[in-house]
Nanobody, 124 residues
Framework: QVQLVESGGGLVQSGGSLRLSCVASGRTFSSNAMGWFRQAPGKEREFVATINYSGSLTNYADSVKGRFTISRDNAKNTVYLQMDSPKPEDTAVYYC?????????????????WGQGTQVTVSS
């Protein structure tokens, strides 16, 4: 069983920066690929970024590529999402997710464990 707790959300101005963190419980974190997803009001949950078990491979949604960076610290059981130059359309609840496999995935159905979400609001 893996429990995920996100933090770092809040209100940020367009063009600023924000870093989300997700701390995982359990001893399998370093064997799990991780992902960030988001859900805006009235919209379906969508993929944002994913990272493999070692941190050597990442993948991003086209909408955030070049602005967001996913990283992980296996010694701290933590995955991060650095959000640079956010835009108002990035406003959403952001979810951290873990999958029982080492490799990245953009598909939410491949993730077994989810955090409770953290709200990010980007003002123009």
């Amino acid at each position: 069983q893996v429990q995920l707790v996100e933090s770092g959300g809040g209100l940020v101005q367009s063009g600023g920066s924000l870093r989300l963190s997700c701390v995982a419980s359990g001893r399998t974190f370093s064997s799990n690929a991780m992902g960030w997803f988001r859900q805006a009001p009235g919209k379906e949950r969508e993929f944002v970024a994913t990272i493999n078990y070692s941190g050597s491979l990442t993948n991003y949604a086209d909408s955030v590529k070049g602005r967001f960076t996913i990283s992980r610290d296996n010694a701290k059981n933590t995955v991060y999402l650095q959000m640079d130059s956010p835009k108002p359309e990035d406003t959403a609840v952001y979810y951290c997710a873990a999958r029982p496999g080492r490799y990245t995935s953009t598909y939410s159905g491949n993730y077994t464990y989810w955090g409770q979400g953290t709200q990010v609001t980007v003002s123009s």
